[in-house]
């Protein structure tokens, strides 16, 4: 399994997209809820280079926004 780390905020319609479509595929993540914490903000502004959500890290490969199918290819879904 692939490691996953996803950047959200609670209000984000596309974030609730995602979570649930990883969620529907079994995979594994870790949710950062960027809304709660400015240094997290940062991170993933340092990963990303944009301010929106949601933002995929998916073992070093960032994709921006809930792209279903740049993420099931990096997940080989």
């Not at 479509?21 to 950062?32: A, E, T, Y």
């Not at 709660?36 to 990303?48: E, G, L, R």
Request: charged share 35%.
């Amino acid at each position: 399994m692939k490691n996953v780390t996803i950047y959200t905020t609670s209000t984000c319609p596309y974030c609730k997209k995602l979570k649930e479509h990883l969620k529907d595929n079994g995979v594994d993540f870790d949710n950062i809820d960027v809304s709660q914490d400015q240094d997290k903000v940062q991170k993933m502004v340092d990963k990303s280079k944009q301010m929106g959500v949601p933002v995929v890290d998916i073992e070093g490969q960032i994709i921006v926004g809930f792209d279903k199918e740049k993420i099931d290819e990096a997940l080989d879904l």
